[in-house]
């Protein structure tokens, strides 16, 4: 059984570019959930997308954005990058639009230049 | 507040001694608690959860405990081997989503 797919591994965008983020969740999952990973902040919940529907949403400004397809699979999507954007962003699914059974992507490492 | 404590930051064990990790919750309706091991460079990993019905799970040489009317649950690991060293993440789960610590780098020497 494959695991959760993100795509790309590393990214390097300059301040002010937008940059877009794939995430393919294990097969049957149906839930999505995005974190942005940093050294001072920890682990920090983004949004969490369910049969295409945004079901709950962080503390992000709206710079930060997502969506998910009918295949689950989901994108996030953040515009004007700032250099405190630079970390490491992790794709979680499950089963259900519940955290239980969370299984993390490898993630996608994005620098700001 | 929506809030997760993760204590100690760091620890540092002999191969064989035991670990123990604590997090302390803020939201009455936090149900349901997992642990996470990063390894550096790689994706957290589930390692053991606990519901808010159950107050102790055991799995091999981990163990997690909780209790409810303190919002405390801790991880408990014996036997502890270098394979083990790596960043230890508590989450509590508010309102559909996961709150995690700040992480405990634990570093078992040989």
């Known amino acids: 059984k494959a695991g959760v797919t993100q795509t790309p591994r590393y990214l390097i965008k300059t301040r002010g570019q937008q940059v877009t983020l794939s995430c393919s969740p294990i097969s049957g999952h149906r839930s999505v959930s995005w974190y942005q990973q940093t050294p001072g902040q920890g682990l920090q919940f983004l949004f969490e997308y369910f049969s295409e529907t945004q079901r709950n949403k962080g503390n992000f400004p709206g710079r930060f954005s997502g969506r998910q397809f009918s295949n689950s699979r989901s994108e996030m999507n953040v515009s004007t990058l700032e250099l405190g954007d630079s970390a490491l962003y992790l794709c979680?699914?499950?089963?259900?639009?519940?955290?239980?059974?969370?299984?993390f992507g490898s993630g996608t490492r994005l620098t700001v230049v | 507040g929506e809030n997760v404590e993760q204590h100690p930051s760091t620890l540092s064990v002999q191969e064989g001694d035991s670990a123990v990790i604590k997090c302390t919750y803020s939201d009455s309706a936090s149900n349901y608690f997992p642990w996470y091991k990063q390894e550096l460079g790689k994706r957290p990993q589930l390692i053991i959860d606990?519901?808010?019905?159950?107050g102790e799970k055991k799995d091999q040489r981990i163990a997690v405990t909780l209790n409810k009317t303190a919002k405390h649950f801790s991880l408990h690991i014996t036997e502890t081997q270098p394979e083990d060293s790596a960043v230890y993440f508590c989450a509590a789960s508010v309102r559909g989503k996961l709150i995690f610590g700040q992480g405990t780098e634990l570093s078992v020497k040989p």
């Open positions: 979680a699914s499950s089963l259900e639009t519940k955290t239980y059974g969370y299984t």
């Open positions: 606990i519901r808010s019905n159950v």
